[in-house]
């Protein structure tokens, strides 16, 4: 991959998903020397069972804006309202022209499937600009000029590891993040009002613990790893070649494929 592609870009729906779920593969691409960028779609004005819209969103977007600097990324700012992600042209139309700006080799976007809709969504409105990228003739919010080159997209495991329907997810990659465990901690604990509102309501650290919890399952399915982050790698047509993996290629021995994952998929009985 060439220098000008060694950008990571991480989308995800609500500040702090991006911590739960990417935080650690981020943080690796960082050492290894890739330029990283982050946003959430939406600005997360549900998260409170006390504070007024307008208070809540402003508190929020601080604390992804602190998380995004310790992280060592760009922050892009929010688009819409929770539980307003809906896929539909207008949004697709201001994400693409984002993706054309930042021009990023490697896309981490949330799993296509989850037990809400708005994780769902970004998922696809993620792809779909994505794709978008080089159409001259499809329109971005506001008008940006098509950009070349490749992006491989790569969607994480669901929150709580299991799909809308309760099924387990298993992920394609397993990405060793032991070693970012600790920053990828401090990293969410900047999320310091859902922290509070979450260990109020359901114990102390509850909030901490959940993201512990789910690594270090994740690392349990891997076989290998102590504590990892998931993913599975978005078909390649119209977005790279197919050998096209820049996210094994930049993290080497801390990225286990499993061949489990793919058994059967191009089975036709």
């Known amino acids: 991959m060439s220098e000008a592609h060694k950008t990571a870009f991480a989308i995800a729906a609500h500040p702090d998903d991006i911590e739960f779920m990417m935080a650690g593969t981020l943080l690796l691409l960082g050492e290894a020397g890739y330029e990283l960028h982050y946003m959430t779609v939406a600005n997360g004005s549900c998260g409170t069972a006390e504070l007024p819209r307008a208070r809540i969103v402003k508190i929020r977007t601080a604390e992804a804006r602190a998380a995004a600097a310790f992280l060592g990324a760009a922050f892009h700012a929010s688009l819409l309202n929770d539980i307003e992600i809906l896929y539909e042209r207008k949004t697709l139309a201001r994400l693409a022209a984002i993706i054309r700006k930042v021009n990023p080799g490697i896309l981490l976007v949330p799993a296509p499937e989850d037990y809400m809709e708005d994780h769902a969504n970004t998922s696809r409105l993620a792809a779909t600009a994505a794709f978008c990228r080089g159409m001259r003739n499809f329109p971005t919010i506001p008008a940006t000029r098509p950009v070349a080159g490749e992006l491989t997209v790569y969607h994480a495991l669901p ?15 397993y990405v060793d993040v032991t070693s970012a465990m600790d920053r990828k901690r401090l ?13 109020k309501s359901q114990g102390v650290d509850a909030y901490l613990d959940a993201m512990r919890a789910m690594a270090e399952e994740v690392g349990r399915m891997s076989g290998r790893f102590a ?28 990225v286990l494929l499993d061949r489990r994952y793919g058994r059967g998929f191009d089975s036709t009985r």
């Open 227 to 254: 504590f990892a982050e998931g993913w599975r790698r978005h078909n390649s047509t119209g977005f790279c070649a197919p050998e096209a993996d820049p996210l094994r290629d930049a993290l080497g021995p801390r």
């Open 159 to 173: 929150y709580g590891l299991r799909d809308g329907l309760g099924r387990r997810v298993r992920a394609g990659y």
């Open 187 to 199: 990293a969410l604990s900047l999320h310091k009002s859902q922290k509070e509102w979450l260990d």
